[in-house]
């Protein structure tokens, strides 16, 4: 690029000089003016008062502008293509804003240009800082690698440096002189927050921040908190923020506004797919990009499967539509269920009400998002895998030892759970009728292959014929893109294994072997782990001997499973009358789940069948030429290494080792196929850097979809042939499409809503004004002149406490937050308060590993008022029975709540009770939100001494004295425990004994002067006790 894309003019930032000149005629016309009238004025008074004065001229002094100020103009060169990519960078630079980008449309190119153009400087000896927030590790390296294309393409001598900061690695020291030197920084908003709060970095230097993913900010998030500190003191720094999450900036009322206001921006700006200038740029070229959309058909089994999922979520859906009333909204239906968020967002709305939700909501809410994976592993996984989910999902559901209370899936009641279960089996063991190589018949099994398969394996060959045919070996590789890492392991061991079959002149592709080898494994794990797995639980299922009455929870077993009508519908005939309501219900559920009936599946597999597909499997593997695949397909070297070690792990190596000899040779590149997933680190550099011939979608994604029409409108010549799966009219279709309608309408929210944003002024005080109502204290008028000059508070916060709300809702309660490194406590409130800050997930996980008990050890040994502040979380129930079923720091299954919600809720109490036996003088703050904490730091620190920033840092650094005092804590222990002393009077001899030695020889006159007779008659009966 030796020519600008487009010149940027440094007046328009600074002022022009036309404008300067405009200003200074003008006060040069104002004083003319204002000297006529005072000529006038003095001789319409000498004519009056008949005295003359002497008129004072005024004289006109024109300073002379140096040229060496004169704004200058400065040519930058972009990589920007697009004409609404550079039309995004120029919005930019002239004013701050928010761009919400669509998925896909290059944002991360975007960012890096337009930094590259704020860091450049016209002004001599200028160094600009700009800062870059919530960027990740990819993104910083592709950001990286764009600024340094830049700096070659830029004519300028001068180099601005990019550089990430982030962990606790780096010295305070070093960090000071990196922002000294400035650039472009991206740093980590834990680390950014408390260099702004310790005057480490001024922000006065800073030339402006660029905020990415600002669909993160929250009201009080960290991200808010850094803006706010910025623009206290740096008025007049740019703020830029960047979003491609649409759909998060629909949720709330005025969702827009709020973020605008977060993020302290006036202006937002809306660049989605419909928008007429992205659609001029991606359709500028006069070859368009020609997309080879395949439309595959599911198979009769794969249709049943999916139609019986779908009534499975739509039975679970009208459950708790019909189970919460009260709670239900318009987005619980089957219309949103197939959004890629419909669990999550469901949990999110009842989490304030989880405590007082039945089980059978719980396990509901479990089982959707359990049918959400199944629907989608149904059209990634082959028969096999699939099939084995199914199996692991049913076991689950057994009774066993480890979970007799459990309240089973309901879904696995219905008729069409019963129908997937069997679609899904007879996919694999569904008896055909195969015609061999001399015209018999013979009796095999089906071992279902995914359509894709055939129609992938067609495309490729399609490739290389086309290849062959115009002999060209410029062209670059194909590249196969799919969702996760198992369908790239798949894909790998299906395109090195498959065979081709011609028949009526037509070519068929096959990966029967790959699907005999993987049902070899299945029926290998069954013989090995399976039938261990049996004996165990028959011999446990086993009546006790003499009649011994059973468990009373076995017996409950079948109380606690309340069955909602919506699962039994249909079960029983309306001839037949039962005893008990649900009979028939329970009995085919009994059935299904009976661990007697486990050996089915090895019962019904006939052995002379498996001996053939033996024979047959071998019989492949010695008539396959391997140099007919790889001549023609070869898998790139990397991903051959990969396919090994996920195989090398799943299947026996004795086998499999003799076909994973790794021959390292050279590959054209027309001849490689490289396998990726979307959303990985090198899937964003692909088509940069390999620059594929052919693009081949495995599987629906919009994002990547988008990289590519980008990708195909930047290039010249040589377009890449994309092609398309996906099967009609299924679920994946609709979700994909979906997907789409999502999109769309959030744009157009954002757009109607832009359209009627408000004006706002705001100040720094409105923010703390809704803390100072509550923390008004009266003040006495009589005193005149005599009150108090209002004072900020100190507050010593630990630095890895700002992952939490309550340092910023400290900072507006008008309390001073010191950040540092501290050892024993969270917040020091004053010399004698110490603060342990604990949320209830990290209080279950602390009390249950015993980390608690030694904070506040290490609390008593440095502060006379230890203090355990126990936070919930605002919005949410003010109790702890709704975070007994905690597991992980989340909401746990209602597999856990079954198992006994009393009995943890106890276990909770009683450790709570034995922490406070062990330490009788710890105090315990119950807050309801982080609000309510900030307004209690500020009640305990009236009357108090501020604490001691030295103090606070040096307690618990040495882990056998304190520097200051010079104690033995291992010592201090010991003789806490010796009967007669007690925490009253420990202190009184750790001053006035020099060590354990000296005690033991004390008698018991030295020591009564020291803790009374009685409790010396104690201490000194134990040193003189035999042993």
């Keep these: 690029m030796s020519e600008p894309l487009f010149v940027l003019d440094n007046d328009d930032l600074r002022g022009s000089q036309t404008s300067s000149e405009d200003k200074i005629n003008e006060e040069e016309r104002v004083e003319a003016e204002l000297t006529e009238l005072l000529k006038a004025d003095n001789n319409e008074s000498s004519r009056n008062s008949e005295v003359e004065y002497d008129h004072i001229p005024v004289t006109e002094k024109v300073v002379p502008r140096s040229t060496d100020t004169q704004p200058k103009e400065l040519d930058i060169n972009l990589t920007l293509n697009l004409e609404y990519q550079q039309q995004i960078v120029q919005d930019l630079i002239f004013d701050d804003g928010l761009v919400i980008l669509g998925k896909g449309l290059g944002l991360t190119a975007i960012v890096a240009n337009l930094l590259h153009v704020l860091s450049l400087s016209v002004i001599k000896d200028k160094k600009s800082l700009i800062l870059l927030m919530n960027a990740s590790e990819f993104e910083n ?520 000899a790794l021959i390292y040779e050279f590959i054209e590149r027309t001849d490689q196929i490289i396998i990726e997933r979307f959303g990985s680190r090198s899937a964003n550099l692909l088509l940069d850097e390999l620059m594929p011939s052919h693009i081949i979608l495995y599987e629906p994604n919009l994002g990547f979809i988008r990289e590519t029409e980008v990708y195909q409108s930047q290039r010249t010549n040589n377009l890449a042939k994309c092609y398309f799966l996906y099967y009609g009219g299924s679920i994946e279709e609709q979700s994909y499409l979906k997907s789409i309608k999502k999109e769309k309408d959030a744009f157009t929210t954002l757009i109607r809503e832009k359209a009627n944003l408000p004006n706002t002024f705001v100040t720094d005080e409105d923010e703390v004004a809704k803390f100072a109502p509550d923390l008004r204290t009266p003040v006495n008028t009589r005193i005149a002149g005599g009150n108090p000059v209002a004072v900020k508070r100190q507050v010593i916060v630990d630095i890895r406490e700002f992952r939490s709300q309550l340092p910023f809702l400290c900072h507006l309660s008008n309390l001073e937050v010191i950040p540092c490194m501290i050892t024993v406590g969270d917040y020091i409130i004053s010399p004698k308060i110490c603060i342990e800050r604990k949320s209830i997930p990290d209080l279950i996980g602390s009390l249950k590993s015993g980390r608690l008990y030694q904070q506040c050890e290490q609390m008593f040994r440095y502060y006379e008022l230890p203090t355990l502040l126990i936070e919930f979380e605002e919005g949410k129930s003010f109790s702890l029975e709704p975070f007994t079923a905690y597991r992980n720091g989340g909401p746990g299954m209602a597999s856990s709540v079954a198992v006994g919600p009393n009995f943890q809720l106890q276990d909770l109490q009683l450790k709570l009770m034995m922490l406070l036996v062990s330490f009788p003088s710890l105090k315990i703050i119950w807050s309801s939100s982080p609000f309510e904490t900030a307004r209690l730091f500020k009640e305990l620190k009236m009357n108090q001494d501020e604490p001691d920033l030295n103090k606070s840092i040096n307690a618990g650094l040495n882990p056998f004295f304190d520097k200051d005092t010079y104690f033995n804590d291992a010592s201090i222990d010991l003789v806490q425990n010796i009967p007669g002393i007690t925490s009253v009077n420990c202190h009184l001899i750790t001053n006035k004994v020099k060590n354990l030695k000296e005690l033991s020889g004390m008698g018991v006159s030295q020591l009564g002067e020291l803790i009374g007779a009685e409790a010396a008659t104690k201490v000194v009966s134990f040193f003189n006790r035999n042993v």
């Excluded at 080879?292 to 009534?311: D, F, N, P, R, V």
């Design 141 to 660: 390296f592709k950001i990286g690698e764009e600024l340094m294309e830049l700096s070659w393409l830029d004519e300028t001598k001068k180099k601005v440096s990019f550089q990430s900061i982030g962990g606790d690695a780096m010295t305070i020291e070093k960090r000071r002189k990196i922002y000294k030197r400035g650039g472009i920084l991206s740093i980590s908003n834990r680390i950014l927050v408390t260099d702004l709060l310790a005057d480490i970095i001024d922000a006065n230097i800073v030339t402006g921040i660029v905020v990415l993913h600002s669909e993160r900010v929250r009201e009080y998030s960290t991200e808010r908190f850094i803006i706010n500190l910025y623009r206290r003191t740096n008025k007049w720094g740019f703020i830029k923020a960047f979003s491609e999450d649409p759909e998060n900036f629909t949720v709330g009322f005025q969702p827009l506004y709020n973020k605008l206001k977060f993020l302290k921006i006036e202006r937002a700006m809306l660049w989605p797919r419909f928008h007429v200038d992205v659609t001029q740029s991606l359709r500028s070229r006069k070859t368009e990009t020609k997309v080879t959309e395949l439309s595959i058909g599911l198979t009769g089994y794969m249709l049943k499967i999916q139609t019986g999922l779908m009534a499975c979520i739509e039975a679970c859906v009208g459950e708790l539509r019909r189970q919460n009333p009260e709670l239900m909204t318009d987005y619980w239906s089957m219309e949103n269920a197939l959004d890629e968020n419909f669990v999550k967002s469901i949990r999110v709305m009842l989490e304030p009400s989880w405590h007082r939700l039945s089980n059978t909501t719980k396990q509901v809410i479990h089982d959707l998002s359990t049918l959400k994976t199944l629907l989608s592993q149904l059209f990634s996984y082959d028969a096999v895998q699939f099939y084995q989910i199914l199996v692991a999902i049913v076991d689950a559901n057994k009774p066993s030892v480890t979970n007799r209370n459990k309240v089973m899936a309901p879904w696995l009641m219905l008729d069409e759970a019963m129908t997937v279960i069997s679609c899904a089996k007879s996919r694999i063991f569904h008896k055909i009728r195969e015609s061999g190589e001399d015209g018999d018949e013979a009796t095999t099994y089906l071992l279902e292959e995914l359509p894709k398969w055939e129609q992938l394996a067609l495309i490729l060959d399609d490739i290389n014929e086309e290849s062959e045919k115009s002999g060209s070996h410029s062209d670059g590789p194909t590249l196969i893109m799919c969702s996760s890492q198992q369908v790239c392991a798949q894909l790998r061991r299906f395109l090195t294994s498959y065979k081709e079959h011609k028949c009526n002149n037509r070519k068929s592709f096959s990966g029967r072997k790959m699907m005999i080898s993987l049902l070899k494994q299945h029926l290998n794990w069954k013989k090995r782990d399976g039938s261990r797995s049996v004996k165990i639980q028959s011999e446990l299922n086993k009546k006790p001997e003499n009649n011994l009455p059973v468990h009373s929870d076995i017996q409950s077993n079948n109380d606690e499973m309340n069955i909602s009508r919506t699962f039994v519908r249909r079960r029983v005939a309306p001839t037949k009358r039962r005893r008990n309501r649900g009979g028939s219900t329970m009995a085919s559920y009994d059935r299904m789940l009976s661990k007697n009936d486990d050996q089915n599946v090895m019962g019904e597999v006939d052995d002379t069948m498996i001996e053939k597909l033996e024979t047959q499997l071998s019989d492949i593997e010695s008539g396959d030429n391997d140099d007919d695949i790889t001549e023609s397909m070869k898998v790139d070297p990397v991903d051959d290494f990969e396919a090994f070690v996920d195989e090398f792990d799943n299947a026996d190596t004795t086998e499999q080792s003799h076909h994973h």
